[in-house]
């Protein structure tokens, strides 16, 4: 069946250039989170979305980043003004509820800021 | 157990054997916990949960047991295959009305024929 999906898989981008990521989340569920994990280390929570709203942003690192959603499904994360630190694999995961259910993740979009 | 940086802690074990990989997790106010497995270039994929008020749960080859009382979470593999090798992220999180995860760095798992 149809996963969470995530594009591009790759981006390689030139630092101070923005750049949107984009998640289609499963069918139906209503959850979506947005994750970032560099190289070698676990998954860190930027932000969770019900439905069309973001109840919780808190791991925006900055106010270069900003994501939405829109007609409950797809999301996009944006990055504005790319740092070099800002590379890293940006994972997006949904749940069909947000509370108890299992987040299921995609496949990533490595993003490399030169 | 964990690590900080780049250096994944490591498990090397036979094809065959059992694996058991440990985590140690922060928050004592966590009533969920879950592990995933992440192949290289893929995204994290659930293998096993378990809340709370539960000490142990069983799924296919894979069971996962709480010890609260230290703040303790392990994943037993039984019958360890190549197609295991990965890494593996424990994650906990405490409901506030959604699952906000909180990841481990992981554990590399390496299995040799």
């Known amino acids: 069946g149809a996963g969470v999906s995530q594009s591009p898989s790759n981006k390689v981008t030139e630092k101070g250039k923005d750049v949107e990521l984009r998640c289609d989340p499963i069918?139906?569920?209503?959850?979506l989170y947005w994750y970032r994990q560099s190289l070698g280390q676990g998954l860190e929570f930027l932000i969770y979305?019900?439905?069309?709203?973001?109840?919780?942003k808190s791991g925006l690192p900055s106010d270069r980043f900003s994501a939405e959603r829109t007609g409950g499904s797809v999301s996009t994360l944006t990055i504005q003004r790319t740092q070099q630190e800002d590379s890293a694999v940006y994972l997006c995961?949904?749940?069909?509820?947000?509370?108890?259910?299992?987040?299921?993740f995609g496949p990533g979009t490595r993003l490399l800021v030169l | 157990g964990e690590s900080v940086g780049l250096h994944l802690p490591t498990l090397s074990v036979q094809e065959g054997d059992n694996s058991i990989i440990n985590c140690a997790y922060s928050?004592?106010?966590?009533?969920?916990f879950i592990w995933y497995k992440q192949e290289s270039g893929k995204g994290p994929q659930f293998i096993i949960d378990?809340?709370?008020?539960?000490d142990k749960r069983q799924g296919q080859r894979v069971t996962v047991l709480l010890n609260k009382t230290v703040k303790h979470l392990s994943l037993q593999i039984a019958a360890t295959q190549p197609g295991d090798s990965a890494v593996y992220f424990c994650?906990?999180?405490?409901?506030?009305?959604?699952?906000?995860?909180?990841f481990g760095t992981g554990t590399r798992l390496l299995v040799s024929p």
């Open positions: 378990i809340r709370s008020n539960m």
């Open positions: 069918s139906g569920h209503t959850a």
């Open positions: 979305f019900q439905g069309n709203s973001a109840p919780d």
């Open positions: 995961a949904s749940s069909f509820r947000p509370d108890g259910e299992t987040q299921y």
């Open positions: 994650a906990e999180s405490m409901n506030t009305g959604f699952q906000k995860l909180v």
């Open positions: 928050n004592s106010a966590s009533d969920y």
